[in-house]
């Protein structure tokens, strides 16, 4: 049984740009969800997926974005960057046993 | 809407002894799962242990424990015989049973382990 996992492991960006995470969820589970965590606080939720449908989101504009592919597989967009956006974001996936598992992150730095 | 709160932000122990890290939250929810995680400075989120709101009995997993206050909402982590490898951050979070992708975080605590 494989891990959850992401891509890339860090980027770096300009202000307006656009960027789009990966995330491999762990086999067998059916639901990903997509944090972000600030330096120095606690993740904060962005959304989550079950079987490709946005089923729950948090406190983040329309700009956050997201897709969940008939593998579980899933991606996070974020268009028209900002600085703020400088973040680690964290996909996890859950499964049947309410288990939530995380994949190690992606630093994104905006400039 | 579930708010989770560690008011500890840093905690340090001496090697072989023992800690506790503390946590108080708040949910509407009757059905919910409470959670430590561990991050080391991998940034991997690691579990910990895990506590399911309806069990009275507080959840162990070998050095680690909880003390679970259902009436007061509180969830405190007992790390005995603290081990170097230990030193990490710690976050608490919940999650409604209703909503399996969805989980509150704390604003996390660092421990440092002293040889």
């Known amino acids: 049984e494989t891990g959850v996992t992401q891509s890339p492991t860090h980027l770096i960006k300009t202000r307006g740009q656009q960027v789009t995470l990966r995330c491999s969820s762990q086999s067998g589970h059916n639901t990903v969800s997509w944090y972000q965590q600030a330096l120095g606080q606690g993740p904060q939720f962005i959304f989550q997926?079950?079987?490709?449908?946005?089923?729950g989101r948090g406190n983040f504009p329309p700009r956050f974005s997201g897709l969940q592919f008939p593998n579980y597989s899933s991606e996070l967009n974020v268009n028209a960057l900002e600085l703020d956006d400088s973040a680690l974001y964290l996909c996890?996936?859950?499964?049947?046993?309410?288990?939530?598992?995380f994949g190690p992150g992606t630093r994104l730095t905006v400039l | 809407a579930q708010t989770v709160t560690q008011s500890q932000p840093e905690m340090s122990v001496q090697e072989a002894e023992t800690v506790t890290l503390s946590c108080t939250y708040d949910?509407?929810?009757?059905?919910?799962?409470l959670f430590w995680y561990k991050q080391p400075p991998s940034r991997q989120m690691i579990l910990v242990i895990r506590q399911e709101a309806y069990k009275q009995q507080n959840a162990t997993e070998n050095r680690f424990s909880v003390n679970f206050q259902k009436a007061a909402k509180s969830f405190s982590l007992k790390i005995s015989d603290s081990q170097l490898g230990d030193a990490a951050m710690y976050f608490c979070a919940s999650r409604e049973n209703t909503n399996a992708g969805k989980s509150t975080f704390g604003d996390g605590t660092t421990l440092t382990v002293k040889p």
């Open positions: 996890a996936s859950s499964g049947p046993y309410n288990e939530q598992f």
């Open positions: 949910t509407s929810e009757s059905d919910y799962y």
């Open positions: 997926y079950y079987r490709e449908e946005e089923n």
